[in-house]
């Protein structure tokens, strides 16, 4: 089993900065993509931004050239620092691991954009 502990998350002005941060912990040998995902109430999860172990990056065109993600391997963790936020940012944002088949999730941190 892995463990996923998300936080960063809070309130924030738009056109403000967020640094979330994800530890991950228990069975972490074999993890491989890390990211991140966001859900607003009543509609479905969203990619937000994905990074392999070695580094390789995806992102959801909504958060090109504001968002970056990155990966401390020796602290098992992964950032997300989200510059020039929107308010359609507002969610809450899900750590995922992906280790052989499996996928694990955190449970989530709230991000509020006020306009």
């Known amino acids: 089993q892995v463990q996923l502990v998300e936080s960063g998350g809070g309130l924030v002005q738009a056109g403000g900065s967020l640094r979330l941060s994800c530890a991950a912990s228990g069975s972490i040998a074999g993890i491989n993509a890390m990211g991140w995902y966001r859900q607003i109430p009543g509609k479905q999860r969203e990619l937000v931004a994905t990074i392999t172990r070695r580094g390789d990056t995806n992102y959801a065109d909504s958060v090109k050239g504001r968002f970056t993600i990155s990966r401390d391997n020796a602290k098992n963790t992964v950032y997300l620092q989200m510059n020039s936020l929107k308010p359609e940012d507002t969610a809450v944002y899900y750590c995922?691991?992906?280790?052989?088949?499996?996928?694990?999730w955190g449970r989530g941190t709230q991000v509020t954009v006020s306009s």
């Open positions: 995922n691991a992906g280790r052989f088949s499996q996928q694990y």
